[in-house]
């Protein structure tokens, strides 16, 4: 495999986990109540995150000379952090969601930090795009944790 081939595999992990989140949250906005107005901005929020993040990847890919992957996560090298969001937030509680939203930002961080230690070699610009795009994934996970945590104190 050349450079920019693990490059490319790398960059398209990321991707596909970015995918992930859209389709997670996606799911999120339509499972959870009407009176759940301030989750489904958040999670709107975070769909919008992700798709600046899937534009920018597929950029770099593209300038690697690869092709973008479409879809989701299967069972290879990162694992599928949405595979039954459905029947959790069919739940009705607030507390659940938050922690099923938690677990899935956990794996998008996990994915970062996987590309980021990769064998893979990229320039000083790529690694720093990949490192904000993971600070932000980071301050995402933290609002969502900040939100379980004072809905659980309010329980």
């Known amino acids: ?24 949250y996606q799911n999120a906005i339509e499972s959870v109540e009407i009176q759940d ?3 489904k901005m958040l999670f709107a929020k ?14 770099m890919i593209s300038e690697a000379g690869g092709e973008v992957d479409k879809g989701t996560t299967t069972s290879g090298k990162i694992f599928r952090i949405w595979m039954d969001v459905k029947s959790v937030f069919s739940m009705d509680d607030r507390t659940s969601v938050l922690e099923s939203c938690e ?9 970062y930090d996987l590309a980021l230690a990769s064998d893979a070699e990229m320039s000083a610009d790529v690694r720093k795009t990949l490192m904000d795009q993971k600070s932000s994934i980071k301050t995402d996970h933290d609002l969502i944790k900040k939100m379980r945590d004072l809905h659980k104190s309010m329980a």
């Open 1 to 24: 495999m050349t450079h920019s081939e693990e490059l490319t595999t790398a960059l398209n992990d990321l991707v596909l986990i970015n995918n992930d989140r859209i389709e997670g």
């Open 37 to 39: 107005a301030d989750l």
């Open 46 to 59: 975070l769909i919008s995150n992700s798709r600046d993040h899937v534009a920018v990847l597929g950029d």
């Open 103 to 111: 677990s899935g930002e956990d794996a998008a961080l996990k994915a």
